[in-house]
């Protein structure tokens, strides 16, 4: 059965920096479009980053781009988020979503938790 599991969230001051890994097994990595989504509380989620399976196209959200770099490594099938100049509305639970390029299936992660406070 396919996992995918988050990590290296916490606590940061604003201005500051983390790396979120999102892990995956039992899938075949180098199929899925690799993306990083994020919930604030009270919020809906929201898409923060893509990189593609086929050629690792990056996209980003505005209220991100420039500040966060998405990546990937197909032979750790593991998927991360470099995350530099973390402000306050960066503060939510992060998601790691992995969804085929043939658009199914897809598959979601438990999230990690992102807090950015002085």
């Known amino acids: 059965q396919a996992q995918i599991v988050e990590s290296g969230g916490g606590l940061v001051q604003p201005g500051g920096s983390l790396r979120l890994s999102c892990v995956t097994s039992?899938?075949?990595?180098?199929?899925?479009?690799m993306s990083w989504y994020r919930q604030a509380p009270g919020k809906e989620r929201e898409l923060v980053a893509t990189?593609?399976?086929?050629?690792?196209?990056?996209t980003y959200s505005d209220s991100v781009k420039g500040r966060f770099t998405i990546s990937r490594d197909n032979t750790k099938s593991t998927a991360y988020l470099q995350m530099n100049n973390l402000e306050p509305e960066d503060t939510g639970v992060y998601y790691c979503?992995?969804?085929?390029?043939?658009?199914?299936?897809?598959?979601w992660g438990r999230g990690t938790q992102v807090t950015v406070s002085s």
């Open positions: 979503h992995a969804l085929h390029w043939q658009k199914v299936p897809n598959y």
């Open positions: 039992e899938i075949t990595f180098r199929a899925y479009d």
């Open positions: 990189i593609s399976a086929v050629d690792s196209t990056t």
